[in-house]
């Protein structure tokens, strides 16, 4: 059941990336960067099969550094909605260029 | 039967993961990762890793996920769903990664069917160990030898997300 569960994996992964390339408001970006990173963790549970225990060990970091990445993103989104009222990326260009 | 389960997870994890991408809202956008999350979570048991499924549902569907709906609520979001899609150039670009992506993805598994043979011994290592050790004991065990410096690494990464989360959405004292 490993090749279904990669070919779920990348499904995912795939449909994320979109989601992050077409979507503008910061939080739905962030939430498909989430769906990336579970698309991730699928891969390292379905290969943990093979290569033994560690994989699911690594699930549970990517885990952890998600929950501190959506705890100072979200504060970043907050900061940035003060200034500018708004949560549409399209405004944040200051360092874009 | 734990095919048709897996492909019925897979099913409603692909539909939902749509959802996220597609809803008008940002709040529907994270029902539906909800659902996601939690149709992962049936795969993971699928997959003999029931810790796991268990930290999906608390830590993901419970903690983050309502961090953000918080986020979403304290902001008051979701009222402009055409000015949220990208238009023109950037949406044609978008779809030339995301299938570029996706090509390159599917040629990996042209030759994946190799896999499903190893799998079969590597499950059977897995059962052994789930009867040895238990769920939690069979991740605790490396977790707290091998891996104890990156653990309490982890530790100190979450005291300073904390900090910074503080720090950045204080309201400036002036």
Redesign the interface.
């Known amino acids: 059941m490993i090749t279904p569960a990669m070919v779920l994996s990348a499904i995912l992964f795939v449909v994320g990336t979109f989601g992050v390339l077409v979507r503008r408001n910061a939080i739905i970006m962030f939430l498909c960067i989430e769906l990336q990173l579970n698309a991730v963790n699928l891969a390292f549970v379905a290969l943990s099969r093979i290569w033994g225990i560690e994989g699911q060990v690594f699930v549970f970091f990517v885990m952890t550094v998600a929950a501190a990445e959506a705890a100072v993103g979200l504060a970043i989104i907050i900061s940035i909605f003060r200034h500018y009222e708004t949560v549409n990326v399209d405004n944040f260009n200051l360092l874009k260029w | 039967m734990?095919?048709i389960l897996?492909?019925v997870f897979?099913a409603v994890?692909?539909g939902s993961?749509?959802g996220?991408?597609t809803?008008r809202t940002?709040v529907g956008?994270?029902l539906f990762?909800v659902v996601?999350?939690a149709s992962?979570a049936g795969?993971?048991v699928?997959?003999?890793?029931h810790?796991?499924a268990a930290?999906?549902i608390i830590?993901?569907a419970g903690?983050?996920m309502v961090?953000?709906l918080f986020?979403?609520m304290?902001?008051n979001?979701?009222h402009?769903y055409r000015?949220?899609?990208?238009g023109g150039l950037?949406?044609v670009?978008?779809f030339i990664?995301?299938g570029a992506?996706?090509g390159m993805?599917?040629r990996?598994?042209q030759s994946?069917?190799a896999?499903?043979a190893?799998?079969a011994a590597?499950?059977r290592a897995?059962d052994a160990?789930l009867v040895e050790q238990g769920a939690v004991g069979?991740?605790a065990q490396?977790?707290f030898t091998?891996?104890v410096v990156?653990f309490e690494i982890?530790g100190i990464?979450?005291l300073?997300?904390?900090v910074?989360?503080?720090?950045?959405?204080k309201?400036k004292v002036s």
């Open positions: 734990v095919e897996f492909y897979a994890a692909i993961a749509l996220v991408v809803a940002p956008s994270l990762m996601t999350l992962l795969v993971y699928l997959l003999e890793a810790f796991l930290a999906q830590v993901y903690a983050i961090l953000f986020v979403i304290l902001l979001l979701g402009e000015r949220d899609l990208q950037a949406a670009l978008s990664v995301v992506l996706a993805l599917a990996q598994f994946a069917g896999l499903d190893v799998d590597g499950a897995i160990a069979v991740i490396p977790l091998t891996y990156p982890t990464l979450l300073v997300a904390i910074g989360a503080l720090v950045l959405a309201r």
